[in-house]
């Protein structure tokens, strides 16, 4: 199955080129079935693969064919398939086949609804390659791919101002960010001769650079990194991306594109690891992240941004892991995540189709006996991303905290633990104004339903794989996940298993704090007053802190995208008055003394005489007087 490992982006591509080019006119109908069934056909082999890698097929490389060579310079088309790159296929392809199924019934009555598609599977496409590539450069290929989706599909709701600006917003802020990868790949070049995966992490333990090389190398990679997983300071772009259809805020929030820096940084362990302190600024960077996003979740009216704002901190977390040395903790919290947070999007989703598109939960309450499977498979997500036992996300997080503890990083450990508590406290607030206490509009309640099976089904599967997927990672430290990544994500350092007793602690601490997180926001929020508005009034500025974002995009929108804007102003005065105003003024002067010279050209052979006649006067005169001067002395 490995040998056909090119059969997984393949099916996705065909279905790009099957909907863009046939879809308006002749499938439009069939279109989202065309896609969804493309995108199985990926997640079939996908599995495939995963289980012949699980089999002892730990690394092999399956070339395609040779796309640069130039001297010693070569770069192939190739795929990198071991643990790491096969457990990614497999949860891409897994959950991108569920949300297009879903889409299928979210979309239904959309006009665009073959565009969608066709971007969806170009998408999905773009991140399998990311995945599969064998060196940096092919996977450059697939993040500019995923970057002109997510513009593409972010905005694709043009007729509207909003989609249009998020949709530039996330352009431009990852092109920010792909300016450090840039860098990271061309110092890398220069410094190791190759890009190629395996090759250079052979020459880095062959015969290991300086160390200030590899902080370069590092720090521009994860630069790029922060501008596609959303952490600071390139983080403000996802929540905008909301503006995009409910399927999309899935796709690129739990298992494709924000999760491509992650996977990223994972992929290059051995270079971090040597690179000093590196590996400490992706971990502090991930936790001050995860506890910035988490506190501005807490305020959030909007059932899209809330999740939003949670990717962040959950992204967060796993820079956090890479930080501490627990890249393989990193690793299962992006799998478990991505079944968790994709349902968390679609259970949203269900209910905003419920309401008629609103996303305000000021205006909802009371859904829960009006939609059941949402409820309930929303309620999972929630434990899961609040970290109770025995669900995925209890067993993912209590890893990515427990390695900060066990490993010396007692301050993260603290972030990890308070953030739990965050989280557990805005899921509880999210799901308890949406579903219960007395309908806050009447309206929307009486029109509210549950979504049809096409949408529900897609739910039930995502639930499932919530409550199962934990399973890989049990016993904590030990189990599945690790053996299987190791090969991949090792870094040469001894892993630290820490005693029974700790874990129990680190576990039950976070526990703890995940029960404290919803005991205070059942108390704020189900006593009789689940209104918002009374904890704005008796948050005070604390409330309008959190609810403008920490006034990030003022900060921004003044003091940076002002000074762009000023400076590309001055460079267009510059260009119009000084270097086209110069080239006009010269081709001006010429064209005028053209004119002027243009006049004599009578076509008159008598004037032409003449002034051959006068020019020779002239000459004639001057000589005399030349003459008269030399022979005057």
């Known amino acids: 199955m490995i040998d056909q490992v090119w059969l997984i982006p393949a099916f996705p ?3 790009f080129l099957i909907t863009g080019f046939f879809g308006r006119r002749w499938l439009r109908v069939w279109s989202g079935w065309i896609a969804s069934a493309a995108v199985g056909a990926s997640a079939i082999v996908a599995i495939g693969v995963l289980l012949e890698v699980i089999g002892g097929r730990e690394r092999t490389v399956v070339a395609l064919y040779r796309w640069i060579g130039v001297g010693d310079f070569q770069v192939n088309v190739a795929a990198l398939v071991d643990p790491l790159s096969a457990v990614m296929l497999t949860v891409v392809t897994v959950v991108s086949f569920l949300i297009f199924v879903y889409s299928n ?4 009555h959309d006009h665009g609804l073959p565009r969608f598609f066709t971007w969806l599977s170009l998408f999905v496409f773009a991140m399998l390659i990311l995945v599969m590539a064998d060196n940096y450069l092919l996977m450059f290929v697939g993040w500019e791919g995923v970057g002109l989706c997510s513009y593409l599909l972010i905005g694709f709701w043009f007729e509207r101002p909003e989609p249009y600006f998020a949709a530039k917003k996330a352009f431009v802020m990852n092109r920010i960010g792909d300016w450090g990868y840039t860098i990271g790949i061309i110092t890398t070049f220069l410094v190791f001769g190759s890009m190629n995966y395996l090759d250079i992490f052979r020459r880095l333990e062959a015969n290991a650079p300086s160390q200030s090389a590899l902080t370069i190398i590092c720090l521009a990679l994860f630069f790029g990194a922060t501008g596609k997983s959303a952490q600071l300071p390139l983080y403000s772009w996802l929540p905008d991306a909301m503006e995009g259809p409910t399927p999309v805020s899935a796709l690129i929030h739990a298992a494709t594109m924000v999760t491509s820096g992650v ?15 590196s590996l400490a600024v992706v971990g502090v960077v991930g936790a001050i992240t995860a506890i910035f996003a988490a506190t501005v979740a807490l305020v959030q009216i909007d059932i899209k941004r809330v999740m939003a704002y949670s990717t962040v901190s959950q992204l967060g977390y796993m820079f956090l892991a890479l930080g501490v040395g627990a890249p393989a903790a990193a690793i299962f919290h992006l799998a478990t995540h991505a079944f968790f947070k994709a ?3 679609l259970g949203s989703g269900s209910v905003i189709h419920a309401v008629d598109g609103v996303q305000d939960m000021r205006r909802m309450g009371g859904l829960r006996p009006k939609m059941p499977i949402t409820y309930w498979t929303m309620v999972i997500a929630g434990g899961a991303l609040a970290a109770l036992p025995p669900l995925a996300g209890f067993w993912s997080k209590d890893e990515i905290v427990g390695a900060a503890f066990s490993n010396g990083y007692p301050i993260l450990w603290l972030v990890g633990l308070f953030t739990g508590g965050l989280t557990a406290f805005y899921i509880a607030r999210a799901i308890w104004l949406t579903f219960h206490g007395q309908p806050r509009d009447p309206h929307l309640f009486e029109h509210a339903h549950e979504s049809p099976r096409v949408m529900t089904v897609p739910l039930l599967a995502l639930a499932v794989g919530t409550v199962l997927a934990g399973a890989i990672g049990i016993p904590p430290d030990q189990g ?3 053996s299987f990544l190791a090969p991949s994500v090792e870094t040469g350092a001894a892993e630290h298993v820490p005693p029974l007793g700790t874990i129990v602690f680190l576990a039950l601490a976070s526990v703890v704090a995940s029960v404290i997180g919803i005991a205070i926001s059942l108390s704020m929020y189900a006593r009789g007053r689940p209104d918002p508005a009374a904890v704005a009034r008796a948050s005070g500025p604390y409330y309008r802190i959190l609810v403008n974002k920490y006034y990030v995009d003022e900060l921004y929108d003044h003091r940076f995208v002002d000074v762009a804007r000023a400076v590309a102003g ?7 008055h000084i270097i086209d105003g110069l080239a006009n003024r010269v081709g001006w002067a010429l064209a005028l003394g053209g004119a002027g010279l243009r006049r004599a050209q009578t ?4 004037n032409y005489a003449l ?6 006067l002239l000459v004639l005169v001057a000589y005399g007087g030349y003459a008269a001067g030399v022979f005057g002395r």
Request: charged share 5%.
């Open 13 to 15: 591509l065909a279905a």
């Open 105 to 108: 019934g979210y979309m239904a």
């Open 263 to 277: 996977y990223l940084v994972a992929r290059s362990m051995p270079l971090f690891a040597a690179a000093g302190p």
């Open 343 to 345: 349902l968390l999007f």
């Open 480 to 482: 599945f996940i690790h």
């Open 570 to 576: 001055a460079s267009w005065a510059f260009d119009v």
């Open 603 to 606: 076509g008159i052979v008598g």
């Open 611 to 616: 002034t051959i006649v006068a020019g020779l």
